[in-house]
């Protein structure tokens, strides 16, 4: 690196060998060696952050990172620095350092990397007029081993020139995991989290529930895994207080998942599902509650029974349903009446119910469908039914028909290709949706609502 960027080589010396890190300093560095940069979409300000080896798809969106920072009571958290010990490109880190107005400490082992971290750093202080702050004085960015607490902290000692190591309010950790794989093992994570816990849990300063952590873990983990990571935890910390988060911008995907530990814990709270909304400048919507894994996964029990016209349709957001809190959130938006499952897993759960859902607030981003079953039709949906499918639809007045149901994905845009060109001619006023009844030959065209 160049001495542009005021680098300085620190070494910790242990009993068993010398820890060698690259010390970067947010407020001094420049980016003129970074080439990897684009705006973030989800910032409001279209920040620029820096990436490096491809880091672009990795990085935590900063409308994620922010919302997730806002989240912690720092009133709970106990004295010290906030420490991403795989920091990555820092977006996270960032957000943690401005919203709780902390010193921040990120290590990376990848060089670029690092200095993309410590960029985005300043930029982030820069855009928020705080470049000049004790906060980013004493920020740092060091390139090495995330995983040796004890070195790591002695180097920012030497490096600021403090009496003792510094103490710990915030631990966060979003370790590396393979890419393009439906699922993993949690020893495939680098670095892994014993290693960390192991590394890091005597310097953690102890807040008003314990000390704070924060777990950044691949959403494609199973139940079985999240058991397996909270053995973990109970191993160096017994029965700590935790919160498992699922965080959501939509398309039914879970853009993160994490366990928030100890202080940084909500009260009572087992599970929180966020929903991040689509306007920038909206408050994410929360539904909190659950039983804690132990109890199980959460997710709803499937119920055979036949479709009724007259009744209710809807289709539910997949990340809340696989958070378990589906059941949690539908006693706030429906009648006290009977909720039948006909679909909880995949794309699109499907409840049916009898009375309209109470969707005030923002509590439309959680249902990709509802509506009234007008017709039903004995058929699989093929490019060959369609001209069927469209009669229906004719008699019931429908003008548009989405299609709803799972087909082979070189099918679907034909099917619904076909019945927009048929509909696109006539005259009907009311929209629609069609899905399918689970396990039959039963289409259920339903009236959106």
């Not at 003008?399 to 001619?425: C, N, W």
Request: contains cysteine.
């Amino acid at each position: 690196m160049s001495q542009a960027n005021n680098c300085i080589i620190s070494q910790y010396l242990n009993k068993e060998r010398i820890k060698l890190y690259t010390v970067l300093r947010p407020a001094q560095v420049e980016s003129s060696t970074l080439t990897e940069s684009a705006p973030d979409t989800t910032s409001a300000e279209k920040i620029v952050f820096y990436h490096a080896e491809q880091g672009k798809p990795l990085a935590t969106p900063w409308q994620i990172a922010l919302t997730r920072s806002k989240m912690i009571n720092d009133s709970s958290l106990g004295k010290g620095i906030i420490v991403d010990c795989a920091c990555g490109s820092g977006i996270q880190l960032a957000a943690h350092a401005l919203i709780l107005q902390r010193a921040a400490l990120g290590i990376e082992l990848e060089p670029r990397r690092a200095l993309a971290s410590a960029v985005n750093l300043q930029t982030v202080a820069l855009s928020a007029r705080q470049q000049d702050s004790q906060r980013m004085t004493e920020t740092r960015v060091l390139c090495g081993d995330g995983r040796d607490g004890k070195a790591a902290l002695k180097t920012l000692q030497n490096d600021l020139n403090l009496q003792q190591m510094p103490e710990i309010a915030l631990l966060h950790l979003d370790p590396a995991r393979p890419r393009n794989s439906r699922s993993h093992g949690l020893d495939e994570m680098a670095p892994r989290l014993d290693e960390i816990f192991t590394g890091w849990a005597p310097y953690l300063s102890q807040g008003k529930r314990g000390p704070s952590l924060l777990l950044d873990l691949s959403p494609r983990l199973s139940h079985q895994q999240r058991l397996q990571v909270e053995e973990m935890v109970d191993s160096v910390w017994p029965q700590i207080d935790r919160t498992w988060i699922w965080t959501s911008r939509g398309r039914g995907r879970v853009d993160r998942l994490a366990l928030w530990l100890g202080s940084i814990s909500i009260p009572n709270v087992a599970r929180r599902f966020v929903r991040i909304p689509p306007n920038l400048q909206e408050e994410p919507l929360i539904i909190d509650g659950g039983e804690p894994i132990s109890a199980g996964d959460g997710v709803p029990v499937k119920s055979r029974r036949p479709p009724r016209k007259g009744e209710r349709v809807s289709l539910l957001d997949a990340a809340l349903v696989e958070s378990g809190l589906a059941e949690v959130w539908l006693k706030k938006v429906t009648k006290s009446e009977a909720i039948h499952w006909g679909v909880v897993e995949g794309r699109r759960p499907q409840i049916h119910h009898d009375h309209p859902l109470q969707l005030e607030y923002k509590n439309h981003l959680l249902v990709q469908a509802t509506g009234k079953i007008v017709a039903l039709a004995h058929t699989n949906l093929t490019l060959d039914d369609v001209d069927a499918l469209v009669k229906i639809a004719l008699e019931h007045d429908i003008r548009k028909l989405t299609v709803r149901v799972s087909l082979e994905p070189t099918l679907q845009p034909k099917v619904q290709g076909a019945i927009d060109r048929q509909l696109a001619s006539r005259h009907g006023k009311r929209t629609a949706f069609v899905v399918q009844q689970p396990g039959d030959e039963m289409l259920l065209l339903c009236i959106l609502e």
